[in-house]
């Protein structure tokens, strides 16, 4: 069979079969009670059910395990690392877990990857499996906290999953490629659940399993080119997951929090306060993760130089990251409680019980402060 209508038989399955799976496990999950409840923090209004990070598993690789024709060792151990990955972030979903437990099964499963021979090759020596395993590892938890509104992981996954598996599949690995075909169908199907207003939701399972998937199988792809080369395929790969993660982690230390403190201030819900709905969101993602894809592609079958691609990714995070941070998501500290910080992050105010996921933002006037945005305080 021609290998073009073998990914469309396994993109076609995962997709039906993930499609099928979250309706069955969203009612399960709302009969067990296995169910994100709604908070200050969480912009939905009713309980909403986990599992389809669970569904999407179950799909990509039962469509992956018929219609990849051999496994090879490097695969095979992808696989088994993120089904483990995969279960770590469902306990959490059942039942919280320690981050250290949870850290420490990531790294093993990561190493796991490493052994098998997967390896950035930008040192050449001792250090580059520790900083491969320290950058599966990242991105794995980078994706799970792209997952913060509706259709936003699932669509940046279908996006960077075809395109790695089109630089898999340029360099000969067809089971690779095949396996990251089913992820992106089985995202695609999940969609359907998880598309504003949301259903269902992945959880942690789906966004760790995912992330660790993706962010293992671009080491796994080998580039021509040397080590610049390599870091803009790298970057270009996961670039919104990425970029997320450093508007995080620049922002907050800046507004006086903790990068660990919960928050509606990653890239998405700034773009949510720039004016954008919910979909459009998912959309500018998806869109913004194609775009440095193909660009990955073009790095790896040699078109693009490795030199002048990093380059211009790097000034291209660099601008979005800055723009990004200049959004106000942040709201200024009350002239009565001298005490506290002077910026607190939006979620920490009481706001009334919103209608609907998707609604307009507005800025809500104070008498002593101003103008104040508050992204929890929603209005038809």
Same mark, same amino acid.
């Given at each position: 069979? +021609?290998?073009?209508?073998? %990914?469309?038989?396994? #993109?076609? %399955?995962? =997709? ?16 067990? $009670? ?27 690789? #039962?469509? $992956? ?13 992808? @696989? ?6 995969? =279960? @770590? ?17 990531e ?13 950035? $090759? ?41 395109l ?33 207003? #949301? ?9 760790? !399993?995912?992330?660790?998937? =993706?962010a293992?199988a ?13 870091l803009?395929?790298?970057?270009? !790969? ?17 507004a ?11 890239? +998405? ?24 894809? =193909? ?6 079958? #040699? ?14 995070? %660099? +601008? ?9 998501v ?51």
């Open positions: 069979m +021609a290998p073009w209508l073998t %990914a469309a038989g396994a #993109a076609l %399955a995962a =997709l039906l079969l993930a499609d099928l799976l979250s309706a069955a496990l969203s009612r399960y999950a709302l009969r067990r $009670g296995i169910v994100d409840r709604p908070g200050v923090r969480k912009a939905h209004d009713r309980p909403t059910p986990y599992l389809g990070g669970v569904a999407i598993a179950v799909a990509a690789l #039962a469509a $992956g395990t018929v219609s990849i024709p051999y496994w090879d060792r490097r695969v095979a151990v992808l @696989v088994a690392a993120a089904v483990v990955v995969a =279960l @770590v972030g469902l306990l959490d979903d059942l039942r919280p877990t320690h981050p250290v437990f949870r850290l420490a099964v790294v093993v499963a990561a190493t796991a990857v490493v052994l098998a021979g997967g390896r950035i $090759g930008v040192f050449g020596h001792w250090l580059d499996p520790v900083v491969t395993v320290a950058w599966i590892v990242v991105l794995a938890n980078s994706f799970n906290l792209l997952d913060n509104m509706d259709g936003t992981a699932a669509t940046v996954a279908v996006a960077a999953g075809c790695i598996a089109g630089a898999a599949y340029l360099e000969g690995q067809r089971g690779l490629a095949l396996l990251l075909i089913t992820l992106s169908a089985g995202c695609l199907g999940f969609l359907v659940h998880n598309w504003a207003p #949301a259903r269902m939701f992945m959880g942690d399972a789906g966004s760790l !399993f995912i992330g660790f998937l =993706l293992a671009a080491v796994l792809v080998r580039v021509p080119g040397g080590a610049t080369a390599r803009a395929e790298l970057l270009l !790969f996961t670039f919104v997951a990425t970029v997320d993660t450093l508007v995080v982690v620049i922002a907050r230390p800046r006086g929090l903790s990068c660990f403190t919960p928050g509606t201030d990653h890239a +998405a819900h700034r773009l949510r306060a720039m004016g954008l709905t919910v979909p459009q969101v998912a959309l500018t993602l998806c869109a913004a993760a194609g775009l440095a894809g =193909l660009c990955g592609v073009g790095v790896a079958a #040699a078109r693009l130089p490795g030199v002048l691609t990093l380059a211009a990714a790097g000034t291209g995070a %660099a +601008a979005l990251i800055l723009l990004l941070i200049k959004v106000p942040y709201a200024a500290a009350p002239a009565e409680e001298p005490a506290t910080a002077d910026v607190l992050p939006l979620t920490a105010r009481p706001a009334p019980e919103p209608r609907h996921r998707d609604l307009p933002l507005r800025n809500v006037r104070t008498s002593d402060r101003g103008s104040v945005l508050h992204l929890d305080e929603w209005r038809r």
